[in-house]
């Protein structure tokens, strides 16, 4: 299913292309508020809350699946943004927080 197999290469490639989209995403997420699972708690919702709001949207993790277009068990879950089931949310939480770690 994935391209890629492990949370922290997924993670890599999610923060890759945050780095190319919005270079500023590590200081627009809090780690306390974290949450993979929650569309405005996730990096998603977090780093694209503005654009998301001012574009009528509750959350940008909803933005990004409907004007983007993305397959929520495709590509957002190869780049990290999305699990498909609790043990890969942990995982993933522990990989973001990890990469938001190592940037400071």
Aim: charged letters at 25%; a negative charge.
């Amino acid at each position: 299913m994935f391209v890629m197999e492990t949370a922290e290469e997924r993670v890599a490639a999610g923060a890759e292309w945050l780095d190319a989209a919005k270079p500023e995403w590590p200081t627009l997420v809090n780690r306390e508020t974290l949450d993979l699972a929650s569309c405005g708690n996730c990096i998603l919702g977090q780093v694209f809350a503005e654009e998301a709001e001012a574009q009528g949207y509750g959350d940008g993790y909803t933005m990004h699946l409907d004007i983007i277009g993305w397959d929520h068990l495709g590509i957002v879950a190869d780049r990290g943004f999305a699990g498909v089931n609790p043990e890969d949310y942990v995982l993933l939480h522990t990989a973001w927080l990890a990469e938001l770690n190592r940037r400071g």
